[in-house]
Structures are given as C-alpha cells and as structure tokens.
C-alpha cells in the first residue's frame, strides 16, 4: 500500500477534526474533573488519527483490518458510555466520538470537504450548546406546529418539483 499526497492530507485533516472535537471537550470540562467523560484532547485526536488510517486502508482494499480497527474503536466508546451512563445519562460526548470515526474514515477515503464540513458541524454544535438550549426553552407548542407544517409544505414543494424535473 502506497502512501500518496491525499492519503496524507486525509488522515491529517482526520487526526485535526478529532483534536478539534478533543478540544472543545477539554475547553467545556467534559473531559476533567469529577464527572468527566471518557475522552479529550489526546483521545479524540487518536481516534481522528485511527479513522483517517481506517479510510486510507478501505480505499486500499485492506478492508479487513479497517473494520476491525474501526470496530474496536466502536466498543471502546460505547463501553465509555455504558460505564458513564451509570452515574449520568447523557451521551453526547460518546456520540461526538463517533461522529469523529465517520468524519475520519470520510476524509482517508478522499473526501476532504464532507469530512471538514462534518467536523466543523459537529464542533459548533458542542460550543454552541448554551445557545440552542436557550433557543428550545424558548420554542412553544404553537411555534412548533407552525415549522413543522412549513416544513412539510416545503418538503411536498420540493417533491413537486423534482417529480416535474424529471417528466422534462
């Protein structure tokens, strides 16, 4: 298996979303102190570095041990769950984890801007998390109904015209 210059780039830009991810976790105190959860800076930057490795090798044809690393990872973080869920119920930094390995994997296997986008996603939801509770508390039952028969109606227009696209 060849190393080329975008399998470099890929597990590079994977090792980075998972320390920008390990970070924020850090910065928020998830990862320290009494209540912290299973992974931070380092953590999450292995597990970037594992899924870029992880994507490289699929795109490679070395998909047997891509699946197993990946699998592994997989049970270290839904045992971190468990353990954790014990004391709390909250599964957000298990779910950044393996938002981390699905960005990863994506970026190893070349493509770089979904996988940036998700991280970039997935950070800013994390930083983020005062706002949008604030932005739910302030939601009510009517303004609720309300988005979701816009969205429906949008929904019913967008089938519409992809349905009149396709007759063309």
Same mark, same amino acid.
């Given at each position: 298996m060849d190393l080329v210059l975008t399998d470099v780039l890929g597990i590079f830009i994977a090792t980075l979303g998972g320390a920008a991810v390990g970070l924020e976790r850090e910065w928020s105190g998830h990862?320290?102190?009494?209540?912290? +959860?299973?992974? !931070?800076? +380092?953590?999450?930057? @292995? @597990? !970037?570095l594992l899924a870029g490795l992880a994507g490289v090798m699929w795109s490679a044809g070395v998909r047997t041990l891509a699946a197993v690393l990946l699998a592994g990872a997989g049970t270290l973080i839904v =045992? #971190?769950?468990? #353990?954790?869920?014990?004391?709390?119920?909250?599964g957000t930094t298990e779910v950044a =984890? *393996? /938002?981390v390995?699905?960005? !990863?994997?994506?970026? !190893?296997?070349h493509e770089l801007r979904l996988a940036s986008a998700t991280?970039?996603?997935t950070t800013l939801l994390l930083v983020e998390k005062t706002k949008l509770h604030s932005i739910v508390e302030r939601i009510d039952d009517a303004s609720l109904r309300?988005? *979701? &028969? *816009?969205? &429906? /109606?949008?929904l019913a227009r967008l089938r519409g015209n992809e349905r009149a696209r396709r007759r063309d």
């Open positions: 990862a320290s102190g009494p209540h912290a +959860r299973f992974a !931070g800076m +380092r953590t999450f930057t @292995l @597990l !970037g =045992a #971190a769950y468990y #353990a954790a869920s014990r004391v709390e119920i909250d =984890a *393996f /938002v390995l699905a960005a !990863g994997v994506t970026a !190893g296997m991280i970039a996603v309300a988005a *979701f &028969r *816009f969205a &429906r /109606v949008q």
